[in-house]
């Protein structure tokens, strides 16, 4: 086992876990969780053994998205760093050796969205209340979130959701094309599981090459090497007058 601050990586025989633990806040991708995300995948790629990862949240939420006071606050400062720190994390989760499958439930919002994309397959409960506030909150989604969203859902969808910044059930992600299953409030987990222990059953060799096929052909479709300047668009929005009185004014109206 291998505990982080806020994540808690375990490994039964072939599979990994990979869980956003801290509950009490709803898993939020603090600067730190996204550093942690960065160091739990290079510690899953160190052990060959290890063919599935099952990313999910602890508590009521597979994770609220990042902490909205960072972008709410008056005056807007966020360090380059830190504003890439999620296109560094996605990269990570997303080439990954293992193949990842990202269990949902709860909330998963903003960049919780972004960080499901990234992995290779989807199950989420079909209570999970999704979302993408990042507009509402006068920033744009960020760390490769549209060019992973328009591979999965295409861009007519990934230009309304976006934009409105409106909820969006299990089934319509399911329908869309985002979620592979969706699955019971009480199963979403074993189902994930399930899956995991089937896919650990095949070769770890045409797994692999299967994952580069898929991921080769995906960048040809949409690639996200023009990820790197969303940070710059991020601490440009943080720093626009207009960007900041809309983030105020999303947080005032939910008591933040």
């Not at 072939?14 to 995300?37: A, D, H, V």
């Not at 902490?67 to 989760?93: C, K, N, V, W, Y």
Request: proline share 3%; net charge negative; glycine share 8%.
């Amino acid at each position: 086992m291998l505990t982080f601050e806020t994540l808690e990586c375990t490994v039964d025989g072939q599979i990994g876990w990979l869980k956003l633990n801290r509950p009490e806040k709803l898993n939020p991708l603090s600067t730190q969780c996204l550093e942690e995300l960065i160091g739990a995948a290079a510690w899953f790629d160190g052990h060959d053994d290890i063919r599935v990862v099952v990313v999910h949240g602890a508590g009521r939420a597979f994770t609220a998205g990042a902490d909205l006071a960072s972008f709410g606050g008056p005056t807007g400062t966020l360090p380059r760093s830190a504003a890439d720190a999620g296109r560094r994390m996605a990269e990570a989760i997303e080439q990954m050796q293992a193949v990842t499958i990202a269990a949902v439930h709860g909330h998963c919002i903003g960049g919780g969205v972004v960080l499901a994309a990234a992995c290779d397959l989807r199950v989420a409960a079909e209570s999970t209340n999704f979302a993408i506030p990042e507009v509402d909150l006068g920033i744009p989604l960020a760390w490769g979130g549209i060019q992973r969203l328009v591979r999965e859902i295409g861009p007519a969808a990934t230009r309304e959701l976006v934009m409105t910044c409106r909820p969006f059930t299990a089934l319509e992600a399911h329908v869309r094309g985002m979620v592979n299953t969706v699955s019971a409030d009480d199963a979403y987990l074993t189902d994930a599981e399930e899956l995991a222990h089937k896919l650990a059953r095949k070769s770890r060799l045409t797994l692999r090459a299967t994952l580069q096929a898929v991921d080769a052909a995906a960048e040809e479709l949409v690639s996200t090497g023009t990820a790197w300047s969303d940070a710059d668009s991020l601490v440009n929005a943080l720093h626009d007058e207009e960007s900041r009185a809309a983030a105020q004014a999303y947080l005032a109206a939910r008591g933040r």
